[in-house]
């Protein structure tokens, strides 16, 4: 069976995240799974090039691994964000503590308790350590620990600040859909009729402005004539 031709998609993928096509981004992570599933299925499957210590076999290195997984869970697709981890940890590439840290120091208050902790597990391989299947490692899922106690005392807080986190955010925003726009408006806490436009400093940003009245836009044209 002839091979396809060989794809960078770890520049795609990079490439997507920076102009903040998050969607497209993961669209060509599935890609890369699904050839990699098939080709070794078929034993025609060629390695791309790479460090093999921090490069899995179709040349996504765990930069681009790690970028990914930021954008995702910053859109609030934890779901999709586990995925890419477990791909990541199968192919035995790693991530930073600091760098994990820094991913769930941005999970947005929209995402659900539910996905962000599978999200935890998945990158802490939180079951291993736990009393039902006694382990003697101290790796992660992508994270390296010491030893098991430092991989259990991680993993355990780490869960209890994120499902604290995703509880008291989903309170607030039941609290805040309850309450009326104007009384928000009035009380200084919100602010109504923004138009939301995308950054030209950095794909994936939005910046918001107020509506410009129309008698206003009218005197501005006139001024400039």
């Excluded at 096509?21 to 599935?30: K, P, Q, R, T, Y």
């Excluded at 929209?110 to 939180?126: H, I, M, N, P, Y």
């Excluded at 620990?145 to 991989?151: C, K, S, V």
Aim: one cysteine or more; glycine letters at 8%; proline letters at 4%.
């Amino acid at each position: 069976m002839k091979r396809e031709p060989k794809v960078a998609y770890g520049s795609k993928i990079k490439r997507c995240v920076h102009t903040g096509d998050v969607s497209g981004a993961f669209e060509w992570f599935a890609r890369a799974s699904e050839r990699y599933r098939r080709e070794t299925a078929l034993g025609i499957f060629e390695r791309q090039g790479g460090d093999p210590r921090t490069t899995c076999p179709l040349g996504i290195d765990e930069t681009t691994y790690c970028k990914l997984i930021s954008a995702l869970i910053k859109e609030t697709h934890a779901d999709h964000a586990s995925e890419v981890v477990r791909t990541m940890a199968a192919f035995g590439l790693r991530m930073s503590t600091r760098r994990f840290t820094e991913i769930i120091a941005s999970v947005p208050c929209r995402t659900r308790a539910k996905e962000a902790l599978a999200f935890v597990d998945a990158c802490c391989r939180a079951s291993d350590f736990g009393d039902e299947m006694p382990s003697t490692s101290g790796s992660g899922g992508v994270l390296e620990f010491g030893d098991r106690a430092t991989a259990t005392y991680f993993t355990k807080n780490v869960r209890l600040l994120v499902m604290e986190f995703c509880e008291e955010s989903n309170q607030i925003m039941d609290r805040i859909k309850k309450r009326s726009p104007k009384s928000l408006e009035q009380a200084g806490t919100c602010s109504l009729n923004l138009v939301a436009k995308p950054s030209k400093l950095k794909g994936g940003r939005l910046c918001l402005s107020t509506r410009v009245p129309e008698d206003a836009q009218e005197r501005c044209r006139e001024w400039r004539a």
